[in-house]
């Protein structure tokens, strides 16, 4: 029995090995694609983007061409961030494994909500094949490793941790935070989640904890949560689709008006 049916095409872009894929809205079916080559190794990468909406089960989702990123990209990371935007860093515009060779040092930032790019701040190390990129809890990313070939050079043992722009004023310093004061531990499906914080905040996020590899990750995707509440004390409802929350470790990101969040609590959603 045949248990996989085609999808349509993303509109007119080719295949793109070693692209990126982040499911960065569950509940709403979206998925940005970005980078990418028609080959594994020894091809020219590309920047192109695209947002995929899933729909109905068994319909074609839809297709919507956005903007290229700034730099094509092969073997980069792509993370879904805690206010809805998508991370992209890393890469080489020409495929070839265990080399530095075409590197790009700028990561970029994705706004679903305007359709733009934005780069950012650059990295000092290349992060291109064997490379990783992880949200972690205080919402910054660690961005790490890179070759894996025995003695060849470009071996890369460290990593570095990028702070996102929301976490940081126009000076450079550090914005003041929400803090979760209170929340349980594990939920379940459906079930309604109670939120205590020791300040006012506009919304929630649920970001699945990730298992990277290749520059794909399975696990990745973030559930957008409009609170009930007000003050300090809010609840908000977890989805009943377990393809959406699917159970297992998640964090939970509390957001001010500001788009600030929270550091995050791990809730465990069960079925």
Known sequence: MNCVTAAGNRAD???AMCGNAVMYDAPAG???TAGGSANYEDDTARSNAYIITLGTTKQNPQVTKVPNMAFARGFANGVA???GTV???GGQSFVKPFTDTTAHLTPELFNPATNTWTQLNPMSIPRTYHSTALLLPDATVIQGGGGLCGGCGVNHFDAE???PPYLLNADGSRKARPVINTVATTVRLGATLSITTNSAVTKFALIRTGTAT???DTDQRRIPLTPAGSGTSYTVTIPTDPGVAVPGFWFL???NSAGTPSVAKIVKVTP
Do not use: N, Y
Request: no cysteine; proline share 5%; hydrophobic share 55%.
């Open 161 to 163: 941790i990028f702070v």
């Open 87 to 89: 991370f992209v860093t």
């Open 13 to 15: 872009d080719g295949d």
């Open 214 to 216: 290749h520059t794909v």
């Open 30 to 32: 979206k998925i940005l």
């Open 253 to 255: 990101f509390a957001l």
């Open 81 to 83: 961030l805690p206010d």
